[in-house]
Nanobody, 123 residues
Framework: QVQLVESGGGLVQAGGSLRLSCVAS?????VGWFRQAPGKERNFVAR????????YYSDSVKGRFTISRDNAKNTVYLQMNSLKPEDTAVYYC???????????????????WGQGTQVTVSS
């Protein structure tokens, strides 16, 4: 069992930036970020492999968001630039057991979830 704790959310104006962090209680997991706006389903944002060499983004954030990791700190980051009001959501990180391979964008591909951090972008 791995525990995931997100932080870094907050209120920002459109065009601004935030950096989210996801700290894991263990190491060696593929990690993804998802988001869920009020009344909507949870959607994939980005994911990164254990090594950090493989990343994958949704079309809606490609070119604006960057996922990275510091394995020495068991931490995955989501740098969010050029934020838009439609980026407003609760952001969740999720981990996938390494023996299951590198995931893509499906919610059911991940084994553990954090509690989420709120990101609000004002216009």
């Amino acid at each position: 069992q791995v525990q995931l704790v997100e932080s870094g959310g907050g209120l920002v104006q459109a065009g601004g930036s935030l950096r989210l962090s996801c700290v894991a209680s263990g190491r060696g997991y593929n990690v993804g970020w998802f988001r869920q706006a009020p009344g909507k389903e949870r959607n994939f944002v980005a994911r990164i492999s254990v090594s950090g060499y493989s990343t994958y983004y949704s079309d809606s954030v490609k070119g604006r968001f960057t996922i990275s990791r510091d394995n020495a700190k068991n931490t995955v980051y989501l740098q969010m630039n050029s934020l838009k009001p439609e980026d407003t959501a609760v952001y969740y990180c999720a981990a996938r057991l390494p023996r299951r391979g590198i995931p893509t964008s499906g919610l059911d591909e991940y084994d553990y979830w954090g509690q989420g951090t709120q990101v609000t972008v004002s216009s």
